[in-house]
């Protein structure tokens, strides 16, 4: 890099400062030329800059850093003045974002804040001019650590460095008055144990215990900022172990359906070595599988998931117990209802009958060895000729049998294209052909077969 391009030095903290790990300086060195020009800006301001948050924290130990966040000495309205582009996304709390060429950085102004009265959010936010005072309100140690880009410096006075050495997790001051200010903090001090392929982390025991006194006061955050932190949970690669440590804790009985502690079962098939290829929706299922359908409804729309969540975790949970029977043509209607959820079905079955557990909605008598040959015939059926799709429409069927548009016509339509699925149908002609062996006629159209499952 040119030294012309180096952005000069902002106003110094009043932190000491201490050396960069060196993964960490080469990571400066490397950031976008739009991050100096901001930090340049804001130094001929006369402002403090430095980067924080979950950057640092990130940075540090290694990872791809996908966010930056700045916390600034400057007050929104004259970042605003220097940033004419920004876009003032929480100025209320001193935030604005400030435009790159392909991401968004968030400025936030130096704050104190007080008066955490709702458990939720502060009453009072002042801007400040410290840095230190900043880095106190922060919830962890690892989150609570600053980086100043230009000198190439780190403020740590919270020692979140040796925490991440040490793997702990440890809160900023005293752990009861930092999830007491906002108890959400509570979903997120479990999301920060799990650090994917280095495994899971542990709580010092002051937190530890602060969380066990104090789960049920997330009864006090809304359920969307809940159910933000708890997919973030899900989606994580140590799903299982986590959970498991949330259960213990009696922070799952605040937001979930029964006593959850003595679920050891459950818990353990969350640790099957197949549910790490799930994704976190269908995870959730699988820790409900055991819970009535009607409670599911409730806590999914008691958490404010979208339609497209909710669907997708009542549909699993409604297969929950079932297996396709293990002919070529009930496979192949099994694979066109389900897709590439199939298989995910499949493994899903085998993680129930590997930990012998008991579904909601029933389960059928196969074992694991059945599960294994279905996923072997599964793998092994070829594709069809003709695809999924419905070779004929309704004004084909029209054409051929006189039929009037109504529910007689989408039922024969439905049950043609089951026949083309099941036989591997590749052309009107076949399925013509069919249509004239059918007793559609003498036969009461709510019989009539279509392309589902469970059957």
């Not at 301001?45 to 600034?72: E, P, Q, S, T, Y």
């Not at 991401?103 to 008066?115: F, G, H, P």
């Not at 008991?358 to 389960?363: D, E, K, L, Q, R």
Request: hydrophobic share 40%.
């Amino acid at each position: 890099m040119r030294i012309e391009e180096w952005p000069k030095s902002a106003l110094e903290a009043d932190v000491p400062a201490i050396e960069c790990p060196s993964h960490v300086t080469e990571w400066i060195e490397r950031l976008p030329l739009e991050v100096f020009d901001i930090v340049t800006k804001v130094a001929e301001h006369g402002g403090g800059i430095w980067i924080v948050g979950g950057a640092v924290r990130d940075a540090c130990l290694g990872l791809d850093v996908h966010d930056i966040d700045f916390a600034v000495s400057l007050e929104p309205k004259t970042m605003m003045e220097i940033f004419p582009d920004a876009i003032p996304t929480g100025i209320e709390y001193g935030t604005v974002s400030l435009r790159g060429n392909d991401a968004l950085y968030e400025a936030t102004t130096l704050r104190i804040e007080s008066n955490y009265a709702d458990g939720r959010r502060p009453e009072q936010v002042k801007w400040g001019s410290s840095l230190s005072e900043d880095l106190q309100r922060r919830d962890f140690t690892i989150n609570a650590m600053a980086i100043d880009v230009a000198r190439k410096v780190m403020h740590d006075p919270h020692f979140g460095l040796q925490d991440i050495e040490r793997g702990l997790l440890r809160a900023v001051g005293q752990a009861h008055v930092r999830l007491s200010e906002d108890a959400l903090r509570i979903l997120r001090a479990y999301r920060f144990l799990d650090r994917g392929r280095a495994g899971v982390w542990n709580f010092d025991f002051e937190l530890s215990e602060a969380l066990r006194q104090n789960a049920k006061s997330l009864s006090v955050v809304t359920h969307e900022r809940i159910w933000m932190e708890w997919l973030k949970i899900l989606n994580g690669m140590n799903v299982g172990k986590v959970v498991e440590r949330m259960a213990h804790d009696g922070v799952l009985d605040s937001f979930l359906p029964g006593k959850w502690a003595s679920r050891h079962v459950l818990l353990s098939a969350l640790q099957h070595q197949e549910v790490e290829r799930f994704d976190g929706l269908t995870r959730f299922a699988l820790l409900l599988c055991e819970t009535q359908s009607i409670e599911v409804e409730s806590v999914l729309s008691q958490l404010k998931l979208s339609n497209k969540q909710r669907n997708k975790i009542l549909e699993t949970h409604t297969r929950f117990g079932t297996l396709p029977l293990a002919s070529t043509s009930r496979l192949r209607v099994f694979r066109a209802v389900l897709e590439h959820n199939a298989v995910v079905h499949l493994k899903l079955e085998l993680v129930l009958r590997s930990h012998g557990l008991s579904p909601a909605n029933g389960t059928s008598n196969e074992g694991v060895e059945e599960v294994h040959t279905l996923l072997e015939q599964l793998e092994q059926l070829p594709q069809l000729r003709s695809g999924h799709a419905p070779i004929v429409d309704g004004h084909w069927i029209m054409q051929r049998t006189g039929l009037g548009k109504g529910r007689a016509l989408g039922k024969l339509k439905d049950w043609l294209h089951r026949l083309q699925i099941e036989r591997d149908l590749a052309s009107a002609e076949e399925l013509e052909e069919v249509l004239c062996s059918l007793h559609w006629v003498e036969e009461n159209h709510l019989d009539w077969p279509s392309l589902k499952f469970p059957e």
